[in-house]
């Protein structure tokens, strides 16, 4: 998939799965905490654009300066990092304080390990297999 058609149907799969993997993960557990259930499809969407814009970024800058030492743990580092943003993005503005929140450091490294898992499916389904196929 090439152009901007490409472009699009990553985006909107990297939306679907991460706002599957938010609103799975406000159901499963109790730290990870929406002000409404409305709220996930945005979250998603915020995730999925930094993850498009930085994710590629983060991790190959990350490798270099790491001189790749420890480029097989890149991915969840990167996917912290933006979570970890995503978090702070809401928690910036009065208006959106308690939209979104994660209340404990498993629940947030749970959901680190989540989103990584979609973010290695997208890559499979999107980057991976049209290539070798």
Not at 9 to 14: A, E, H, L, P, T
Request: charged share 10%; glycine share 8%; net charge positive.
């Amino acid at each position: 998939m090439h152009g901007a058609t490409g472009l699009a149907i990553g985006f909107g799969v990297r939306l679907v799965m991460f706002t599957a993997v938010f609103w799975l993960a406000a159901r499963r557990l109790e730290a990870v905490r929406f002000k409404s259930k409305w709220l996930a499809p945005l979250v998603g969407l915020v995730f999925a654009l930094l993850d498009i814009a930085l994710y590629w970024v983060l991790t190959h800058g990350f490798d270099l300066a790491t001189f790749g030492a420890i480029s097989f743990v890149m991915p969840l580092i990167v996917n912290g990092l933006l979570l970890f943003t995503t978090v702070k993005l809401f928690a910036w503005r009065a208006q959106t304080r308690g939209w979104f929140t994660i209340d404990s450091v498993v629940a947030g490294l749970w959901m680190v390990v989540a989103l990584t898992l979609a973010h290695g499916l997208c890559w499979l389904a999107l980057d991976y297999l049209p290539n070798h196929l």
